[in-house]
């Protein structure tokens, strides 16, 4: 099992930034890809970021390329999501979560560990 908690979540304005914070414990973290998605009220999980077991690959859905950066530090087993210039579509309720899987990491289902969630609201 792999606990996941998301923090740094809130409230904040247009062309502002925030840090999500995802701390795991219980297995091995550094086995683990590690995953963001996000859900809008009335819309489907979406893929935002993942970063491979050593933090060496990372990959960003279109929409936050250039804005969000995704990081991890494997001795303090947590990952990371730096959001900066948010847009009001950007607000969501953000969720991390944990594969063993090496490809198709855009797909929900790729995932086995998910953390709670934690809301970003961007306002105009």
């Known amino acids: 099992q792999v606990q996941l908690v998301e923090s740094g979540g809130g409230l904040v304005q247009a062309g502002g930034s925030l840090r999500l914070s995802c701390a795991a414990s219980g297995r091995t973290f550094s086995n683990y890809g590690m995953g963001w998605f996000r859900q809008a009220p009335g819309k489907e999980r979406e893929f935002v970021a993942v970063?491979?077991?050593?933090?060496?690959?990372?990959y960003y859905t279109d929409s936050v390329k250039g804005r969000f950066t995704i990081s991890r530090d494997n001795a303090k087993n947590t990952v990371y999501l730096q959001m900066n210039a948010l847009k009001p579509e950007d607000t969501a309720v953000y969720y991390c979560a944990a594969t063993g899987y090496s490809s198709s990491l855009y797909n929900p289902n790729r995932y086995t560990y998910w953390g709670q969630g934690t809301q970003v609201t961007v306002s105009s």
């Open positions: 970063i491979s077991l050593n933090g060496g690959n990372t």
